[in-house]
């Protein structure tokens, strides 16, 4: 169960990663 708890956690935190990394290259390209 903590394996599966902590593989949530780990999913939320990357997708917020590429969220951010997203954001980032379309602020890039809108310049």
């Known amino acids: ?3 599966k708890y902590i593989g ?3 999913a939320e ?3 917020i990663f590429i969220a951010k990394k997203l954001v980032k ?3 890039i ?3």
Request: glycine share 0%; aromatic share 14%; proline share 0%.
């Open 29 to 31: 390209a809108a310049v």
């Open 1 to 3: 169960m903590e394996i």
């Open 25 to 27: 290259a379309l602020n």
């Open 8 to 10: 949530k956690a780990y």
């Open 13 to 15: 935190k990357f997708q």
